[in-house]
């Protein structure tokens, strides 16, 4: 029997890639599917217009990754470019644990398959489990200036990753990046980068303040009302009306 052919109900995977679609699919929920098609945002006009869900879980991909621990970047490139976003999640979970345990060239790789294909890490939890640890852990400690081209994009997703991969730096008290690009989206159009932007302004927040407020002295005055609500988030609420009221 060849590979990927059909007996009855019985398939025989004719790759890992493979191997891992079929019991991928074989843990999909069609209600589930049906909740996550609506939540992401995939009907016409949406963020996500066309991603297709298969109805799994996030816990169930993570654990099904955990049958896998040795795949290469090779092997799990059929699924990052897959048209099912289980599979393109599945995928990048497996890159970020290749990207984690992989020695200097292995991360230059993974780092430069993931640029490669931005055209597939089209949603926000797509970018959001990736790119902090492929591009922020790649270009910690070196140039950054990949990220300014990133943010400068015409793709929302590729400037969310811009922004995102600095959630890196903000862990290792790096700050100047995360605020500059900041800086840099704050006419976006898109409500899911006033998110994020506000999102990793509230990171800074948690480990400098100061950083944090006179980023909003300079800007809360012309910041979109959803970053600046997300940056302020964890202040007293006499101190939010302040910023929301321009009054800083």
Known sequence: MSGGSREGNCQF?????DEISFRLR???DPVKAGFLQGFFKTGPGGYAEGDLFIGVK???VRGLLKEHRKLTP???MPLLVSGIHEERLFALLA???CFDRGDALIRESVYDLYLANTGTINNWDLVDCSAPAIVGGHLLGGDTEPLYRLARSTSLWVRRIAIMATFTFIRHNRFDDTLAICRMLLGDCEDL???????MLREVGKRNQYALEEFLRMHCRVMPRTMLRYAIEKFPADKRRMYLDGSC
Do not use: D, F, M, Y
């Open 13 to 17: 995977p004719a790759s890992v890639a």
């Open 26 to 28: 074989q843990l999909g």
């Open 58 to 60: 996030v816990p169930e």
């Open 74 to 76: 090779e092997q799990i």
């Open 95 to 97: 890159l970020v644990r």
């Open 193 to 199: 980068i006033h998110k994020a932007t506000g999102w």
